[in-house]
């Protein structure tokens, strides 16, 4: 079973431009989720999809943070303009439903630098 | 609220043991985690435990929970070169998963 992929791996960007991120997750999983993580910290939760529809957005800086994932499948996550803070790893996970046990499998991330 | 504590470094040697502790805030969760990160890669679940446990062994994992102290512990037993890495707690709180900031351990051979 293929895990969960995402793309780029690694981008490297000037503060005030703009970037995205894609995350395909695990197939038949509903629930898909965008994490930040930034360096010596643990992944705090960004957005939650249930399908198409989102279930938790309360942690997105939704001023400069978009993310969609139109036909309940693959998702991506935008950032537009990017400040230096935001340097950080984004990692998507996916599971096959919420609540628990919560077993959520994660991707590889892509590492974000903003100069 | 969600607020998960760890302490940051812990070094052993090969086939020793090794404890990583946690601490949370959220007396409502109704498991608590444990995920493994390996460098470049994502994180991977270890373990969980039901709230109403105060112990689960798994193999070379064993988990305690103290619900009173809002204390979690993961022991390796026999811990090995391949688990060096960054293990991070979290509870489940409001639906979602609130982590600590990881404990990096380093196997010496």
């Known amino acids: 079973e293929a895990g969960v992929a995402q793309s780029p791996r690694y981008k490297i960007i000037e503060k005030r431009q703009s970037v995205a991120f894609w995350c395909n997750p695990i197939?038949?999983?509903?629930?898909l989720y965008w994490y930040q993580q930034i360096l010596g910290q643990g992944p705090k939760l960004l957005i939650q999809f249930q399908n198409n529809g989102v279930v938790d957005d309360s942690q997105l800086p939704k001023d400069r943070f978009s993310a969609e994932r139109l036909k309940g499948v693959d998702s991506t996550l935008k950032i537009q303009p990017a400040k230096l803070e935001d340097s950080a790893v984004y990692l998507c996970?996916?599971?096959?439903?919420?609540?628990?046990?919560?077993?959520?499998?994660f991707g590889p991330g892509t590492r974000l630098l903003v100069l | 609220g969600e607020d998960v504590e760890q302490s940051l470094f812990l070094s052993v040697r090969e086939g020793d043991s090794s404890v990583i502790n946690c601490t949370y805030t959220d007396s409502s969760s109704t498991y608590l985690y444990w995920y493994k990160q390996e460098p470049g890669a994502g994180l991977q679940l270890l373990t969980y435990i039901f709230s109403n446990m105060d112990m689960k062994q798994d193999q070379r994992l064993t988990v305690l929970l103290n619900k009173k102290d809002k204390h979690l512990s993961l022991r390796i037993a026999d811990t090995q070169t391949g688990d060096s890495a960054i293990y991070f707690c979290a509870e489940e709180g409001n639906n979602r998963l609130a982590f600590g900031k990881g404990n990096q351990v380093v196997v010496i051979p």
């Open positions: 197939s038949g999983h509903a629930t």
């Open positions: 996970a996916s599971s096959l439903q919420t609540g628990g046990p919560e077993t959520q499998y």
